[in-house]
């Protein structure tokens, strides 16, 4: 019964570098008393305070278990659900290992009690959700495993009482999205595990408070540009991996800025260019990794002065006459690099390192080498020599496939029907540019591991029922430019992961809400620029998960109350360039995530009192400029306070508006283009801009002696009015009554 079997010690317990703090033990008669529990199912170790109970079809903590355990090792039962306060009767485990046991909910509390814990182990169970409360009372926690569950969501607070944690992994999940503030609270996090997941977005927030954090694993995600905001909220990150992610270009305008950056991984995406700036803000970068992408050219980068190692193995790097500022760069910087020619031919295979830059020929007439061959190579992407080898591959006549990079190509190549024959292992299909007026069933056969399909400009009037059959991975659908007129139910079925659906300029007059019921992780629809008219319940009808409504540039007149309430997640709202003559406030209420609404280039005229009232809460940015306003009531923004960040009324016709104090917290607000009169109804407004210490653009247009001043500054149009002055007028006003406001 005592014996520790030594296969009891599990990978996990190895990597343990922890010190294992010995908690303060009570007296030696209750100490024996303890030791001589344990329940039959388990083994349990006194000397060493373990107990082993694995794989044994437990369906509950057993009760009996000493309560002077330190280690807990419950690996593979079938526990799937812990209970509030489940281990309470074991106040000293330092480490639980819960992993392979079916869990499907921890409860709220599940944990309390355990203010001694320093490693939890719930990996490789079925946790769909965690709720808010479930790691409360972990404070001591350390190391918190996650990874091979099914997390498709994080909450705000989840982790906010791991104040101790230094390692969370979350790999292995079907994460899609972090929102802003989900990791809040893990104030001492030095590695964030968070590959093979399926994130395509981070809120601008997500990595907001983080202060601890030196590494970042987002590796095998689903990322096809760099979220450079939302990185550069971890400023002390030392070591970011983002490979095998779907990134084709990294430019300046991705803004990483990191100053503590020393290695960056960009390996096995599909990057085809790098702009020269791309790491400018990353100064101390020593590493850059860059194998594996679709790269035949690479500037010289201007920024990291301290770049040592640059990994380019796997790209086909064209050696010509234009590679040789690059090769110059690479010398003069004392830059390693590792990649080899992929062309021209009399270069192919050799080093890039070992070649002068002189080597690279350019023909003496000023033709280039490079461009004769280019006109004769196959379109990009180019072919490596391992990729030669596997030529016998299949891929379709007339089009390139890389098994490298899993990317196939046709576009603009006239072609009549959606060819078939691709690598089944394809992830990105570019069919742009053909002409398929239908999508016939199933019209993409094998390609199961697709994620991003690109169908824009190619005459599409319909998708026939079951067009996506089998597109079971796929999650982005470009179909922007098309003239599609509406989806039939059965359109988009067999892609239940689709999360960015493009059907930007088509011909819609009604969203098309039956077809968007196959979609249920749909997160992003874009419909700008088609005919739609009005928007009515049912129209997003079963478009649950949906965050970023795009409907710009349509001709709505009216949103129903109840039309959006299907999406409560909406945190995007653009209705901007449309023709509504009110806010519709009636379909905002049951938004109580919406942070963003476009309402410009409408024509409201007038804002009513409590307009965004049921969204107030939330509403982070608001954009109501060129829309003709002319009056604002003295409550329109009402109910709005240090949320708002951000707020357009330029361009309107706007000669009053009141003072809005409670906006405590604004970043950028724009009152530009409006025929400000200035006069003592604008007192209040003039008293509040002169405050703020932010460029805000109000300029009186009346009375003729204030024109074109800055209503923040203009002093002498409102020396006159009744009401408190600044200090240096104080004592000359003194005993004026109070403005009031409006
Ligand atoms: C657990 O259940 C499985 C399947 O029912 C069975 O094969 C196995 O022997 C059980 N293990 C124990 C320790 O009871
Ligand atoms: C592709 O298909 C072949 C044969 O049909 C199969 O052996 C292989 O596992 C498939 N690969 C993938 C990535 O599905
Ligand atoms: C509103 O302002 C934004 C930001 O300045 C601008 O991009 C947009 O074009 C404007 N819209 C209209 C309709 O004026």
């Known amino acids: 019964m005592a014996v520790a079997p030594s296969q009891s010690s599990t990978p996990f317990f190895l990597v343990l570098l922890l010190p294992l703090l010995l908690p303060q033990l009570p007296g030696p008669a209750q100490h024996t008393a303890a030791a001589q529990r344990c329940p039959q199912v388990c083994i349990c170790d006194s000397s060493r305070r373990h107990a082993v109970c694995r794989q044994q079809n437990l369906t509950e ?97 989840t982790f906010g009482a791991l104040g101790a944690l230094a390692t969370l992994n979350l790999a292995h999940n079907a994460l899609v999205y972090l929102p802003a503030m989900a990791f809040q609270g893990l104030l001492g996090a030095r590695w964030l595990q968070l590959s093979h997941n399926a994130l395509s ?8 408070g983080l202060p601890a954090l030196r590494r970042l694993s987002l590796h095998h995600n689903e990322l096809q540009a760099l979220p450079g905001p939302a990185l550069s909220q971890a400023p002390g990150l030392v070591r970011l991996e983002l490979g095998h992610n779907p990134l084709t270009y990294v430019g300046e305008e991705d803004a990483l800025v990191l100053p503590g950056l020393r290695e960056l991984l960009l390996d096995h995406g599909g990057l085809q260019a790098l702009g020269p700036r791309a790491f400018a803000r990353c100064p101390r970068l020593r590493t850059l990794d860059l194998r594996g992408n679709q790269l035949d050219m690479l500037p010289p980068l201007q920024g990291p002065g301290q770049l040592r190692r640059l990994r380019l193995q796997g790209n086909p790097l064209w050696c010509g006459c234009r590679a040789r500022p690059l090769l110059e760069w690479l010398a003069r910087a004392h830059v390693q690099a590792d990649g080899t020619c992929g ?33 004769t190579r196959p379109r990009a992407p180019t072919r490596t020599p391992q990729e030669d080898e596997r030529a016998a591959r299949p891929c379709p006549r007339s089009c390139t496939c890389s098994s490298e990079s899993r990317h196939s190509s046709c576009e603009g190549r006239s072609l009549r029907a959606v060819p078939s024959g691709f690598p089944n292992a394809t992830q990105l299909l570019d069919l742009r540019g053909n002409r398929f007026p239908s999508v016939p069933r199933a019209a993409f056969p094998g390609l199961g591991h697709l994620v991003s399909l690109y169908l ?46 493009y059907l930007e300029r088509n011909r819609f007059a009604r969203v098309p809400g039956a077809a968007l019921g196959a979609l249920p992780s749909l997160f992003s629809l874009h419909l700008q620029d088609n005919a739609l008219a009005r928007l009515e319940p049912g129209d997003l009808a079963g478009a649950r998960a949906l965050r970023w409504l795009y409907l710009s540039g349509n001709r709505i007149t009216q949103v129903s ?42 024509r409201l005229s007038t804002l009513r009192a409590g307009a965004f009232r049921p969204v107030a809460r939330s509403l982070q940015r608001l954009f109501l400029n060129g829309s003709g306003l002319e009056q604002v009531s003295p409550g329109a ?73 800055s209503v923040a500054a ?25 403005a009031g406001h409006g």
């Open 61 to 157: 903590v057993p009760d009996t278990i000493p309560e002077l355990t330190q280690q807990l090792d419950l690996q593979g039962n079938k526990l799937k659900v812990i209970s509030p306060a489940a281990f309470g009767a074991l106040p000293y485990l330092t480490h639980l290992d819960l992993s392979h046991c079916r869990v499907e909910l921890v409860a709220e509390g599940a944990f309390r009690g355990l203010g001694r814990l320093l490693l939890l182990n719930l990996a490789s169970n079925r946790l769909r959700v965690l709720p808010q409360e479930a790691l409360d009372g972990l404070g001591s926690l350390q190391r918190l495993e996650l990874t091979g569950n099914l997390l498709e969501e994080l909450r705000p607070g």
């Open 201 to 208: 977005v981070l809120a601008p927030e997500a990595l907001a």
């Open 343 to 375: 062309g021209p031919r009399r270069l192919r295979g050799e080093a890039l390192d070992a070649l002068r830059p002189s080597a690279l020929r350019c023909l003496g007439n000023g033709a280039e080498e490079e461009e004769e061959e280019v006109a």
């Open 456 to 501: 824009q400009h190619c005459h599409i009037t319909e998708l026939e029922k079951g067009a996506l059959a089998g597109l079971d991975r796929l999650v982005y659908l470009y179909l922007a430019d098309n003239q599609l007129s509406g989806l039939s139910a059965a359109a988009l079925e067999g892609a239940p992961h689709l999360g960015y659906l």
């Open 561 to 602: 109350p109840g039309a959006l309430s299907p999406a409560p997640e909406l945190e995007k709202l653009y209705l901007d360039r449309n023709e509504l003559r009110d806010v519709p406030t009636g379909a905002l209420a049951g938004l109580p995530a919406l942070a963003e609404l476009q309402l410009s280039g409408n």
């Open 637 to 709: 923004f009402e109910g709005l306070g240090p949320g708002l960040l951000s707020l357009h009324l330029q361009e309107n016709r706007l000669q009053a508006l009141p003072a809005l104090p409670a906006l405590t917290r604004l970043e950028d607000i724009d009152l530009s283009g409006n025929p400000f009169c200035c006069d003592c109804q604008l007192l209040p407004l003039h008293r509040w801009l002169s405050g703020l210490n932010l460029w805000v653009g109000a300029t009186c247009a009346a009375p003729p002696s204030a024109r074109g001043q």
């Open 714 to 738: 203009a002093m002498t149009a409102f020396e006159d009015c009744p009401g408190p002055r600044r200090a240096h007028t104080e004592g000359r006003r003194r005993g004026a009554h109070k």
